[in-house]
């Protein structure tokens, strides 16, 4: 199962990095947008999976994750520091919530580390889960708009029903 997990993780990011169909000037965008599709899935797969396979989707949301900041300093920022403080600003009013972004990215992989190191059954921390489930929810709800906004607002009654669920049994 995770060798069909890991092949299906990499056809979608390929499609994602490779942009078929896209005209030129919107590469960027659909590359910086659908990388993050990639982890947003693998990221919810990942809280309905078992134990081992969570981690393996954890794993590959977060590695996605990190392509999407890499593409997105790569087209939208041109590498810049000072770009990706300036949109942060343009975007959400508060530049230095780059910041945050940079904290968000490090605290996941360290998580990611931290579950390998101690076994598949050693899930992230609570506070992680709720900073995650925060932060998420605004990137993929509250700053977006179109079938992504959707997507995510049903990914999240999802988990809002299974989390319902599991208190009961």
Request: with cysteine.
């Amino acid at each position: 199962m995770k060798v069909v997990l890991s092949v299906a993780w990499g056809a979608l990011l390929a499609l994602a990095l490779l942009a078929p169909g896209v005209e030129p000037d919107a590469v960027g965008d659909f590359r910086v947008r659908k990388t993050v599709w990639v982890s947003l899935a693998f990221w919810f797969a990942a809280f309905f999976v078992g134990d081992r396979l969570a981690r393996w989707c954890w794993t590959l949301a977060w590695v996605a994750f990190a392509v999407h900041v890499g593409v997105a300093f790569h087209h939208v920022h041109q590498w810049s520091h000072a770009a990706a403080f300036r949109h942060v600003e343009e975007r959400s009013g508060f530049g230095p919530g780059i910041f945050v972004s940079y904290a968000f990215t490090l605290i996941w992989l360290w998580d990611v580390a931290r579950w390998w190191a101690r076994g598949a059954a050693a899930r992230p921390p609570l506070w992680w889960v709720a900073v995650m489930l925060f932060i998420t929810f605004n990137g993929a709800v509250v700053y977006e708009s179109g079938p992504i906004r959707w997507v995510a607002l049903a990914m999240f009654a999802a988990l809002a029903l299974r989390g319902c669920r599991q208190d009961r049994t």
